[in-house]
């Protein structure tokens, strides 16, 4: 290598330096629950700003639980705990989605989400306020503005090799998924802090967090039960039994740290507030049966090919081949017309129309678009069907490979132009599954108690962990349980 490469070399490793330097020295930030320094590339009111800008699409993604005593209630416990938090001043948004998902997450600034699918497999107020004071342990410590910015600096620091030597450019899209993988998950060391501080608030408001520790163990028989499991050096996030023990020995310590006053809470108070909540699926806002997908609320239906994965939700409906060779979305388009939504795709993803054509589908007037998108270093082609249901604009596209295209042409049409008014009557009949609570009339296994309820013997397991059970504990007579029930 020549004298003056190396020195030239030097110049760009030493600028990339002293960029990223500036950076640490003007964005240093207060770490809220240590008090040090630590570094961020976002203030305050830029974490503020995103978390605003994100809830929306969180909303549009899982819609919002209709269950306006569960949201408030939730939204109780979260200012509680938000109010022994290392930052009590800032605004706290607590939301319940509609989602079946066991899952409570957290936005920079102050948004916080609990699925009503967590909400049915808590078993107690004290799990819930443990698992809250960890999802507001996320917010106060500014992990996610710290996973943000450490994605933003790689991506700087890729941008400028990139643009600064020629063997690194050709790696740089690489670079960047190793980025994504890395940094978009809370780390190990962050999901531990959230615990200790999850243990800490819960336990200043009186809750004993040692049943915190016992909903791990109920995420880990979730996880070996849909057979998700991994092990603890796999993970960015710590194993569930691992936490489960390291919780237990948090909440030991925090109980003889502060003056423990135990909060009056009993089991049978929060069952209540569960009572009736939909449990899984809900079938009223879209479910497939026989090869068909129905959407009983608003009144449609399509077919779905044979072996397509269908992910269902509020803002659309995802179809994928096998070996994800190609892919159907459905949504709805914000247009008045078909024309109008067809000319509003081709300008906002730049698509080079090849053929376009009006048509009517079940009477439904509609059109038919193929197109050209490039989408990165890919070019793929798509069939979109835009329909006109009444005042809404239903629009079809599928997608795939220039070189694929052929091969499921005539699958993308026959989804598209099989959409018709909902014809099945027994779907619109589907009713969800709830959770109803009960009272044990007579002692015995919980495989023997719930067997004297109307449920699928195949679910008994399914059950058990709903209640935080096994199949052979003993039940006694005059305790509250969770079956779910259908109707």
């Not at 110049?11 to 320094?37: E, M, N, P, Q």
């Not at 809470?265 to 009572?275: A, E, G, H, P």
Request: with cysteine.
């Amino acid at each position: 290598m020549r004298k003056a490469a190396i020195s030239g070399m030097h110049r760009r490793l030493w600028l990339v330096t002293i960029v990223v330097l500036s950076l640490f020295t003007l964005h240093c930030a207060r770490d809220y629950v240590t008090g040090k320094r630590t570094f961020t590339l976002l203030t305050e009111a830029d974490e503020i700003a995103l978390g605003r800008e994100a809830d929306p699409q969180i909303l549009a993604e899982f819609g919002v639980y209709d269950d306006l005593k569960l949201t408030a209630y939730v939204d109780q416990i979260g200012q509680a705990i938000a109010g022994v938090s290392h930052r009590p001043n800032l605004k706290y948004t607590f939301r319940v989605v509609d989602s079946p998902v066991v899952n409570a997450f957290a936005l920079p600034g102050g948004w916080v989400y609990f699925t009503r699918g967590i909400l049915a497999h808590f078993n107690s107020e004290a799990e819930l306020a443990g698992v809250m004071g960890h999802e507001v342990g996320h917010i106060v410590a500014r992990h996610g503005a710290e996973q943000i910015s450490r994605a933003q600096l790689a991506g700087l620091a890729i941008g400028l090799g990139a643009a600064l030597s020629p063997e690194f450019r050709k790696f740089s899209k690489f670079a960047e998924v190793g980025v994504g993988l890395l940094f978009l998950k809370f780390s190990r060391d962050q999901e531990s802090e959230s615990d200790r501080l999850g243990v800490e608030y819960a336990t200043r408001l009186g809750y004993n967090a040692h049943e915190m520790a016992n909903f791990f163990k109920t995420i880990a028989r979730l996880s070996e039960k849909s057979g998700a499991t991994m092990p603890t050096f796999l993970s960015t996030h710590p194993n569930p039994r691992d936490r489960e023990k390291r919780i237990h020995a948090l909440t030991r310590e925090w109980q003889q740290k502060i003056e423990f006053q135990p909060k009056n809470v009993r089991r049978i108070d929060y069952l209540r507030r569960i009572d009736g909540i939909v449990y899984g699926e809900d079938p009223r806002q879209g479910f497939v049966e026989s090869g068909m997908f129905y959407h009983p609320q608003m009144r449609f239906q399509f077919p779905v090919p044979e072996r397509w994965q269908v992910k269902n939700s509020p803002a659309s409906v995802q179809l994928t081949a096998p070996r994800q060779a190609a892919a159907i979305q459905l949504s709805l388009a914000k247009a008045a017309t078909p024309e109008e939504a067809a000319r509003r795709f081709t300008q906002n993803s730049k698509a080079a129309v090849l053929e376009r054509r009006s048509m009517r589908i079940h009477g439904f007037p509609a059109v038919r678009l193929q197109s050209q998108v490039i989408s990165d270093s890919d070019t793929l082609l798509v069939l979109s069907h835009f329909i006109q249901k009444e005042q809404t604009v239903f629009v079809f596209h599928g997608f795939t490979t220039h070189e694929r295209y052929t091969d499921f042409r005539r699958v993308f049409s026959e989804v598209a132009r099989g959409f018709d008014r909902l014809r099945n009557q027994a779907a619109l009949r589907k009713k969800p599954w709830r959770v109803r609570i009960r009272k044990v009339n007579r002692a015995g296994t919980l495989q023997q108690v719930l067997s004297r309820y109307r449920i699928p013997g195949d679910r008994f397991e399914e059950i058990a962990i709903l209640n935080g059970l096994e199949l052979g504990d003993r039940v006694q007579a005059g305790q509250w349980i969770k079956i779910i029930e259908q109707k």
